[in-house]
């Protein structure tokens, strides 16, 4: 009788290649479109990002932009902490959701820590690094996805599947947050919650008195027929989709 053939052992997952730390100089405001912006800082260090202030809508970015393969060091200090409140935040309105979307998730940090809210919730985890296939292999994410919210392949896959989406530290790093914005409701189902949480606490402060964060963001989900459920001076902003929203 044939001996049993050992199992096989996993594939390996691809390293992870190096991304640059910022992405191209912007001439116009990624909220609006304007070209009529004013650098925040005094003066620009080479080799490093400012803050910019679109003169129309008022919304603050960092030009340019981090990627989404890194962290600014003021987001990475308090980021359990921030995940951890986040977390809490859906609890108290959302208890006991059966799928929950974290896009950009990296090493899926945010997941690891809201499983101890979510138990019985599915993660799944979207990153445009193989790092998300990392976090599949140690059981933080149910299901990887490796590519961008906007692709249209990843947006048919996963429409109206999720009772909530997260983005950590997203719309502040792609080129387009309007269409990132409807990418994340075009995968939520009607009722489901949305989780943007800011970036850097910093930009907090720099915010006209009684402007949301960022600049248009609750019109922008009330127009796609969303309730926004926090405070226009919180640091994160929560919102539902409604059984009518297109």
Known sequence: MPAP????????????????????????CPWCGSRRLRARSRRAVPGRSVLARCRDCRHVFRNPSLTSATEHPSGLAGAGLRHRLAARAILARCPEPESWLDVG?????????????FPYTSFDGLDPTHRVLRARAVERVEEAFVGRLTDPHIAARLRARYDVVSLFQQLERVPDPRAELRAALHVLRPGGHLLVDVADPRRLFVLPPGTSHPAGLRAELAARGCTVLTGGRAPRVIARKEASAP
């Not at 053939?5 to 594939?11: H, I, K, R, V, W």
């Not at 899926?108 to 499983?115: S, W």
């Open 5 to 28: 053939s050992a199992p096989s052992a996993p594939p390996p997952v691809p390293p992870v290649p190096p991304m640059p730390l910022y992405g191209p100089h912007r001439e116009d």
């Open 105 to 117: 998730t990296g090493d899926a940090d945010f997941p690891r820590i809201a499983r101890a809210y």
